[in-house]
């Protein structure tokens, strides 16, 4: 399975595969991406996001927010170092 297919088994679309390619030290991921990273709905993550308990969005305009892949994947590890 290639990183630049998929990411963690999930499709990535074209937009996606060429950020990783262009800049793999800095991938920034929509909304929808983060939440089949994380495995659950955008209300959660909203829900999450609000309360400071999952990474703040890049916020390029009122519509267009990003997040730092690197930064969701950290948390991903902190919740999982949490469990123990």
Same mark, same amino acid.
């Given at each position: 399975?290639s990183l630049i297919n998929n990411y963690r088994g999930y499709e990535?679309?074209?937009?996606?595969?060429?950020?990783?390619?262009?800049?793999?030290?800095?991938?920034?991921?929509?909304?929808?991406?983060?939440?089949?990273?994380?495995? #659950?709905?955008?209300?959660?993550?909203?829900?999450?996001?609000?309360?400071?308990?999952?990474?703040?969005?890049?916020? #390029?305009s009122q519509n267009f927010v990003r997040w730092d892949l690197e930064?969701?994947?950290?948390?991903?590890?902190?919740?999982?170092?949490?469990?123990?």
């Amino acid at each position: 399975m290639s990183l630049i297919n998929n990411y963690r088994g999930y499709e990535m679309n074209e937009a996606q595969k060429l950020n990783l390619k262009l800049n793999p030290q800095q991938k920034l991921i929509s909304g929808e991406t983060a939440c089949h990273i994380v495995g #659950f709905g955008r209300t959660k993550l909203n829900e999450l996001v609000k309360a400071k308990k999952f990474p703040q969005p890049i916020r #390029f305009s009122q519509n267009f927010v990003r997040w730092d892949l690197e930064e969701v994947n950290q948390w991903i590890e902190e919740q999982k170092a949490a469990r123990a």
